[in-house]
């Protein structure tokens, strides 16, 4: 069953910030303290520190023990230990973090988490968009200039980092149905004998999610659960 678990930063008070520090480690502290603004400083260790928490409740294991390791060329991370059950993956933008978790062999997660209103210019959906996707753009009341731009954006940015590519893989060789939504055409981006789901969902914070979970088709008939917070952790 796929989780998204997210932190928007207004829940950041200064006891939650100092336990999210307590858990990372030296290689992450140092670059938290890297940052030139406090606000990325804060983005940053609440979005690290939320991953290695739950993480942690849900393999019960101490969080600051958790050590990652890039599983993909393009750096998706992963576990040292490398359980092959489980596929996590982090997004933050302003004002909130998510992470997103998949139990079950074979599976990978990708999640993605933007401001609901986020401006996102009509000429950058020309460039990045598939033409199928700008078809459907061009039918809805605002076009490409719209706040449906934003659901297109996260599907795909969630598609392309389940996968572990990163931007090596054009964002027009594939192409997503935002009513649905699912996945119409991949162009072999898919690997053989994977199936893929997706998922939106707009969040009390004003933030728009989305989430893509690939595996065996088998593995697939789940829903999506979202959980906010860490208090319960």
Request: charged letters at 25%; glycine letters at 10%; proline letters at 7%.
């Amino acid at each position: 069953m796929p989780l998204l678990r997210t932190l928007p930063l207004v829940l950041l008070d200064a006891d939650t910030y100092a336990r999210l520090w307590s858990l990372l480690d030296e290689g992450e502290r140092a670059r938290a303290n890297r940052f030139m603004f406090e606000a990325n400083r804060r983005e940053y260790v609440a979005a690290h520190g939320l991953v290695r928490l739950w993480l942690g409740h849900l393999l019960d294991r101490p969080p600051a023990a958790l050590a990652f390791t890039p599983v993909t060329a393009q750096g998706k991370p992963g576990l040292v230990d490398g359980l092959p059950d489980l596929d996590f993956n982090l997004s933050h933008t302003d004002g909130l973090v998510a992470c997103a978790v998949t139990r079950g062999p074979g599976c990978r997660v990708g999640a993605d988490v933007e401001p609901g209103g986020r401006h996102i210019g009509a000429d950058v959906a020309t460039a990045m968009f598939a033409a199928e996707e700008l078809a459907w753009l061009d039918a809805r009341p605002a076009g490409r200039s719209g706040p449906d731009m934003v659901g297109v954006w996260t599907l795909k940015e969630a598609y392309i980092k389940a996968l572990g590519m990163g931007l090596s893989l054009p964002t027009d060789s594939f192409a997503i149905q935002p009513d649905g939504p699912r996945l119409i055409r991949h162009d072999g981006s898919l690997p053989a004998g994977q199936a893929c789901r997706l998922w939106t969902r707009d969040l009390p914070s004003g933030h728009k999610a989305a989430v893509a979970l690939m595996g065996p088709e088998d593995r697939l008939a789940v829903d999506l659960t979202v959980e906010e917070g860490v208090s319960d952790l």
